[in-house]
């Protein structure tokens, strides 16, 4: 049902955003799981940017009076459509909704309840259930949770998946709408704006159906997007960074440095551990967020054995005892270390067989 812009409506506590462009293949889901949400004090928001499909055809197919439907004459792009649907917004909060995602039944009154009752908490996203093209379970991805523990792993990467977002209409006041310069990652650029001045956060339970499928734009652009997300990644770090008199040497942190030796090894975990001592001055950390970061510091180094030799990780072990905190030299952290990726894949294999004959 097509209704009037300018038709007067309740003042709606939630506005869910969503913009599409020929997306009838996977709409219907995404709009129906929005409609039949358990909380209901909300207004839905579709943007048709310029569609070509039925896309148009199923968004009036709907007599719900919470549904307002904008339609661009020509096709304007994610960010222009988006801003464009936030501009007729009127809720306190806004919720993002991606038209191949499906929202769970409670996701709303999940993250508006978390918002409502922690005032501080500025941008908040939730785990996903990750589906394939036909809608098929294959995981669940749950991002980090701690504002402390997100605010440093979006300083990498973006760990708030915009289809599982709710922000404050403060956001949007007070520190701006998506930015056309950070096109197939204006998310993360946002989210990283907010967090320079107030508190991001996850909810661990996954609360949205995230579908991986060809047409996604991380299959799409997935190159275009990590160039763009490197540029925000080394804003934020030079942020962090703001009282430190060289940032350099921090540019190793950024996923364009190739680590194809010893040295560089060293050097890399040299400045993450720097980076994580100014990052550590810079706030109060819990111990539980310490814990974190350092889980995460861990998670990095292991990850160099895939691009070390046996031979030169041994010698980075030697090299870096020294002055690596002993929390990398645990017996399992040595051991996962130790071994290359096929290797695990081998003992993995061993050990299943194993447990089988146990069984038997």
Avoid at 120 to 136: Q, R
Avoid at 276 to 283: D, G, H, L, V
Avoid at 284 to 300: A, E, N, Q, T
Wanted: glycine letters at 6%.
């Amino acid at each position: 049902m097509k209704r009037n812009i300018s038709e007067a409506r309740d003042m709606p506590l939630v506005s869910v955003v969503m913009s599409v462009y020929n997306g009838e293949e996977f709409l219907r889901y995404s709009i129906e799981s929005i409609i039949n949400q358990s909380f209901e004090d909300f207004e839905f928001i579709i943007v048709n940017d310029g569609s070509s499909d039925r896309s148009g055809e199923i968004i009036e197919s709907y007599r719900d009076s919470r549904i307002l439907y904008i339609k661009n004459e020509s096709n304007k792009g994610l960010i222009e459509s988006l801003n464009k649907g936030i501009g007729f917004s009127r809720g306190k909060y806004i919720a993002r909704q991606d038209a191949d995602d499906i929202a769970l039944k409670n996701r709303l009154q999940k993250q508006v309840g978390y918002l409502e009752n922690n005032a501080d908490v500025w941008v908040l996203g939730c785990g996903l259930e990750m589906i394939d093209g036909e809608g098929k379970f294959i995981s669940n991805w749950i991002h980090p949770t701690g504002c402390n523990v997100v605010r440093w792993n979006l300083l990498f990467n973006n760990c708030v998946a915009h289809s599982s977002s709710v922000f404050r209409r403060d956001v949007v006041e007070k520190i701006g709408v998506y930015d056309k310069q950070y096109r197939y990652a204006e998310d993360y650029e946002l989210w990283s704006r907010v967090s320079r001045s107030h508190q991001v956060e996850n909810l661990p339970e996954p609360l949205q159906k995230y579908r991986l499928h060809p047409d996604a734009v991380s299959s799409l652009r997935g190159s275009d997007q990590l160039k763009v997300q490197e540029k925000i990644s080394w804003m934020n770090i030079k942020n962090e960074l703001i009282l430190s008199q060289s940032t350099d040497e921090f540019r190793v942190l950024l996923p364009q440095f190739k680590v194809g030796s010893v040295d560089d090894a060293v050097y890399y975990v040299s400045a993450l551990l720097k980076l994580k001592k100014i990052f550590s001055e810079n706030r109060d950390l819990s111990f539980v967020d310490s814990r974190h970061i350092d889980s995460y510091i861990v998670s990095c180094v292991l990850g160099l054995r895939e691009r070390l030799t046996l031979l030169q990780s041994i010698h980075f072990m030697i090299k870096g005892r020294c002055f690596f905190p002993g929390i990398f030299w645990s017996k399992l952290a040595f051991i996962r270390f130790l071994l290359s990726q096929e290797n695990k894949k081998i003992i993995s294999r061993v050990l299943g067989r194993e447990r089988k004959l146990v069984r038997r």
